[in-house]
């Protein structure tokens, strides 16, 4: 209301000298003025009290409404202006990603092309180096088809095409499982893969278990293939209230703060000098882990400092256990 104080003063003092005239006026002067010019002088005290309320309300509406539409203006830019900057990642990131597709592909494509040139310009005579060709070749069509077929499903569960198979199964099982499917990628650069400490009891989780093993996979092979020589892969399970939280530890190079809002994005890599044919994976298996627990519903995390190793976390729904009371 103190916007409005002013001109309401005005048209109340106006009124109420309006109000006081037919009383003034007849002891000013002796003879009373005629009736009319009581009418007259009171309409102007009234019109002169609406004008200038009038004008001071205009003025006050034109300034809250030039106000209010410039405040629009500026949120309107401000909307595209950050419209434009999204547009601008998305071509960035999908210029990125087609390169990075085509540099995945091109290099085992090239490989297995080249050694059946050197094949077909006279070496398929000699057993020993044919053999040994066509299967440099096998692997590389063999990391061609990972990279197609990780493509593939990455589109299917971002498209929510991808259907979950969710049962109750023992998460300390299916952990021992993976650690034994993937010992021997370990022993190659002597890491060591451990629990943190003993499970006896059964810890049951509801969700997709083939998903999940995959899930496993990748963190363990990405721990193996970032961890140092003889160095130790260690995981762990932690219960929540309603949730299973299972870690993925390695004391390996670690990952530098500017890359970690990144690593689960498809091909990136965190030192682009990297050999990208080391380990011989299809450079997509954090995104799939990201997209995997995503379609569960599920969080993933990651904690790491350069020198001292990395730690995967991902959460799963606890099964609900049924409690059966027995009455006599």
Do not use: C
């Not at 999908?94 to 290099?107: D, L, P, S």
């Not at 066509?134 to 991808?162: F, Q, W």
């Not at 299973?244 to 690593?263: C, F, K, N, T």
């Amino acid at each position: 209301m103190k916007k409005y104080r002013f001109p309401l003063v005005v048209s109340l003092l106006l009124s109420l000298l309006s109000a006081l005239v037919p009383m003034l006026v007849p002891r000013i002067s002796s003879v009373g003025p005629p009736p009319i010019v009581y009418a007259l002088l009171v309409a102007a005290v009234f019109a002169a009290s609406f004008i200038i309320l009038y004008i001071a309300l205009g003025r006050q509406l034109k300034n809250e409404t030039t106000a209010f539409y410039s405040e629009r203006i500026k949120r309107i830019d401000e909307l595209q202006k950050q419209e434009i900057r999204g547009l601008r990642d998305r071509e960035n990131y999908r210029r990125e990603f087609i390169g990075n597709v085509a540099h995945e592909m091109r290099t085992p494509l090239f490989t297995a092309q080249s050694y059946l040139l050197t094949l077909m310009e006279g070496a398929l005579d000699d057993k020993s180096i044919r053999d040994a060709y066509l299967h440099r070749v096998s692997k590389s069509l063999d990391r061609l088809i990972y990279i197609i077929e990780d493509l593939s499903l990455i589109a299917k569960l971002e498209s929510g095409s991808v259907r979950l198979r969710k049962r109750d199964f023992n998460i300390v099982t299916l952990i021992q499982e993976v650690i034994e499917m993937t010992e021997v990628k370990a022993e190659k650069s002597k890491n060591q893969l451990r629990f943190d400490k003993s499970y006896a009891a059964p810890i049951r989780v509801f969700a997709d278990l083939n998903r999940i093993e995959q899930v496993l996979i990748n963190l363990l092979v990405n721990a193996i293939e970032h961890g140092r020589k003889k160095g130790r892969t260690t995981l762990s399970i932690q219960e929540n209230d309603d949730k299973i939280w299972v870690r993925v530890a390695d004391d390996g190079e670690g990952i530098a703060p500017a890359h970690l809002s990144r690593i689960f994005e498809r091909f990136y890599r965190t030192d682009r000098s990297r050999n990208r044919n080391k380990g011989g994976g299809s450079g997509l298996g954090l995104a799939i882990v990201k997209h995997i627990l995503e379609a569960h519903g599920e969080q993933i995390r990651v904690e790491s400092e350069l020198g001292k190793g990395s730690q995967f976390s991902f959460s799963l729904e606890k099964a609900k256990i049924l409690s059966l009371t027995l009455t006599d």
